[in-house]
């Protein structure tokens, strides 16, 4: 990886910089919520935007998961539809403020592609400063005859395997061994108590995992515009996480529902400090664990 840029920019930066990066809307929402991200996308959005769709860039191949990583190939080529080359400065976005950009932000660093940033406050915070929106779809340019060529970055994902053997490290050692599992589903959840939204999943928990819901690390920190949900400082991410018990220098696997969320904790942490070296994100996350009838759930009720 070389050349960095700022993880996390401002509506102002961007509004100042639009014409010099890359700008993706990547919302999406729980099927529940019965919205529809791509439809809002062609009323309003940042000037120049393309839309990523989660479930639509993915691996088709796994039907039961919902957005597991797209193949390297997949990846490139819709790179190639937005308009991106592997040197582009990408901004991505949401209408949550700091949510379903992030579960792009780490697909494109697991894809070799460091040179990305997260709107701190999303579409909310482009409104609230009053700053011009635009409708359909935009006009996108060829990054010219060269391809994009998708870089995986092996370490940055867990998959099942990969889970279960920590899971059993973590329990011969007394989690004092294995890599920290970290889970932002709501705490609900986690425990046992409330159910998964999909039909038919357990709730619960994986061996020795942490709770930290993802809402814990971001906040509305402006009184006059409680709708924009900004990320925390760096100082309050490491108190919320610490406060836990987990210790930020040892590695790190983040897991949630369906992989979007746990996104929100890498992406979190990562500007807290935490090397990139000790995280990962695991992919197919609670819904892949829970429906392997081998796995072994928690349930704290």
């Not at 919902?66 to 308009?83: I, N, Q, R, T, V």
């Not at 592997?86 to 792009?104: E, I, K, L, S, W």
């Not at 060269?146 to 092996?154: F, L, N, R």
């Amino acid at each position: 990886m070389s050349n960095p840029v700022s993880k996390l920019v401002s509506a102002p930066w961007l509004h100042d910089n639009l014409k010099s990066v890359k700008v993706l809307d990547c919302s999406w929402y729980l099927p529940f919520l019965n919205r529809n991200s791509r439809e809002e996308f062609a009323k309003s959005h940042i000037p120049g935007a393309r839309f990523f769709g989660i479930d639509e860039i993915k691996d088709f191949s796994k039907a039961d998961l919902p957005h597991m990583l797209p193949l390297p190939e997949f990846f490139g080529a819709s790179m190639d539809k937005f308009g991106i080359s592997n040197d582009d400065h990408v901004v991505v976005y949401d209408t949550a403020g700091v949510g379903p950009a992030c579960r792009v932000f780490w697909t494109l660093h697991a894809m070799g592609h460091d040179r990305v940033s997260v709107l701190d406050g999303g579409f909310p915070s482009w409104v609230a400063e009053k700053y011009e929106a635009e409708a359909g779809e935009p006009q996108v340019k060829s990054p010219g005859s060269e391809k994009y060529t998708a870089q995986p970055v092996s370490q940055l994902v867990c998959d099942y395997a990969d889970v279960v053997g920590n899971i059993e490290e973590l329990k011969v050692s007394g989690g004092t061994q294995g890599r920290q599992i970290v889970d932002a589903r709501p705490n609900g959840r986690f425990t046992g108590k409330d159910p998964e939204f999909r039909p038919g999943l357990s709730s619960g928990h994986m061996p020795h995992a942490i709770s930290i819901p993802f809402t814990e690390v971001t906040e509305a920190s402006d009184p006059a515009n409680p709708q924009v949900q900004k990320l925390k400082s760096p100082a309050d991410i490491r108190r919320v996480f610490e406060s836990r018990g987990v210790d930020l220098n040892r590695p790190i696997i983040a897991s949630c529902g369906s992989g979007v969320t746990a996104s929100v904790l890498y992406f979190a942490l990562l500007n807290a400090g935490v090397s990139p070296h000790n995280l990962a994100v695991y992919d197919g996350s609670w819904t892949e664990y829970a429906l392997n009838p081998y796995s072994e759930i928690i349930k704290d009720i």
